[in-house]
């Protein structure tokens, strides 16, 4: 499947990298054995020396919220079950039930993987954490310029569309809970 990108460019030097970077199938391997998508954003590395994907960690505070948000919407919804109202409402969404369970699911392992892990957040490329994260906001047909200056340039960073589509093959990667790279599975197609 083709997908559009983003392109993030210097307006000082010939620098340029495409959104792509974020693409691709990486989780965190627990140490149960099992997979969790690894979130994760456009950053600088400054060992790469190069925008990259880095991990994107949402705080503890932000997942806490959201896993009170998924109970109360979860116990809504029970009460609602045991109503005879609800006998009425046959049409409710099963799958809204059972999206909110697994996203509840996916929230409470994710901190406890904040919680067991003591690095910051990782470049993807190398493991580095000395990364910076670049916010890229949704970019129309205007280039839009970032927050960040190029280190060691001094230009600015501005971000645009690129008309071209991409096909490209991924492997998945996988991670430990301290987000260094453990190893590869085989090849997969986007």
Not at 90 to 95: A, E, K
Not at 137 to 145: H, K, L, W
Request: glycine residues 6%; hydrophobic residues 35%.
């Amino acid at each position: 499947m083709s997908q559009p990108f983003d392109e993030v460019y210097c307006d000082r030097c010939e620098y340029r990298r495409g959104s792509f970077v974020l693409w691709g199938r990486l989780s965190y391997m627990l140490p149960s054995g099992k997979q969790l998508h690894l979130n994760r954003r456009l950053g600088w590395c400054h060992t790469c020396k190069e925008i990259v994907a880095m991990e994107d960690i949402a705080t503890e505070a932000l997942l806490q919220v959201s896993i009170d948000d998924c109970t109360v919407r979860l116990e809504a919804i029970s009460r609602l079950k045991n109503g005879r109202l609800f006998k009425r409402l046959l049409s409710y969404d099963r799958t809204e039930i059972i999206d909110l369970e697994e996203n509840l699911s996916d929230l409470c392992e994710r901190l406890a993987l904040l919680r067991q892990r003591s690095s910051l957040e990782r470049c993807l490329s190398c493991g580095s954490t000395e990364v910076v994260p670049i916010s890229l906001p949704a970019v129309d047909r205007e280039p839009v310029q970032l927050d960040f200056s190029h280190p060691g340039c001094g230009g600015n960073f501005w971000a645009a569309n690129n008309p071209t589509w991409l096909n490209m093959r991924f492997e998945e990667k996988y991670y430990n809970v301290e987000g260094e790279h453990i190893g590869r599975e085989q090849t997969l197609e986007a």
